[in-house]
């Protein structure tokens, strides 16, 4: 969608990244450590001052003490500590439970380890998890469960509820879990990020997984990390150390430093919801429904009713015709699962929303209030 996008000159809200300048200062802190010679390898699981910083924000966040230089690996980006968790903990024939709509790494990354991807839909439209589905799809061979809070594409986020569930299905197995967890600070409505550094049994199988480039804007920088317990950081390092082996210097001195500055990943949910709240208002003038979104920077939008064309061709008559570009909700789903929903990210500007609704206005089957 965004090659598309480009070719037609489209407004991009398919593609999830923002298009407002990040932190200035963040950007001078890079150029100062570039300046001050800080261009060689740094340390292979990262900057020992940045994995300091990380586990002092893990520790005020969750009340979790991580040690920095056994449990925390600074990674190229959340997508590649993702792959680099999946290559060292499954073997050919091992079963991995996975949510659909699910980020479009995970089934590939899955099955070039030879394992296999045991898919299970969220429900339709509140897009939750069925614990039921899930015991009933556990076998002598599922190695490991996939989750992801806040979750792209649908903006729903794990319950308390959903961690008890969790809870009682794993205790006593050997289940591993990996944790995308990469939009832990774009959460809405109050709600607490139930990420699985909260809860000791979840966490001493767990994998967690997050992305710098979420939390200051600056998706191109591909730098993320990975928590784990050492038993198993040491299995994901023995991946990392021959793949990527060390990470961008330079950025990660800048984040040492900024990441000190609390304040500013501790609004980043409020900055968001605002966002979210904004183009919220702005779509009231159209006919799409919009599905809750209680994180991430995704919102979905149903045009149930209002056409029977799929979600791929009318996200390309979109694009195409009218010059917004969204993604069709189906391209999360292997066998394209298609609900006549489309995903629109809102981490823009306020003037880029506005443009957007107005092309949507001339879309004659959208105009109008929804009622
Ligand atoms: C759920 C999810 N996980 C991981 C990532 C990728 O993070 P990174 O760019 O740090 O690889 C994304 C990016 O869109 C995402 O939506």
New binding site residues.
Partial sequence: MSSLAAEYKAINLGQ?FPDYQMNEELISLVNHHMKAGHNQYVHMNGLPALRNVIAEKVFGLYQRQINPDTEITIT???????YTVLTAVLQPGDEVIVFEPA?D?YIPNIEINGAVPVLIPLTYPDYKIDWNEVRKKISKKTKMIML?TP??PTGSVLSKEDIIQLQKIVAGTGIFIVS?E??EHLIFDGMQHESMLRYPDLLERSFV?F????IYHC?GW???YCIAPSVLTNEFRKIHQFNCFTCNSPMQYALADFLQHKEYYLTLGGFLQKKRDYFLELMKQTKFKPLPSHG?YFQLYSYGGLSDESEKDIAIRLTKDFGVATIPTSAFYKNGKDDKVLRFCFAKKESTLEEVVDRLLKFDIFKGDPG
């Fill in positions: 999830g190229p980006g959340g997508t590649y500590a993702i980020y790494s992801n979750h792209n995308d990469v939009y997984c992305s710098f480039g979420k998706t591909k730098l993320g991430s």
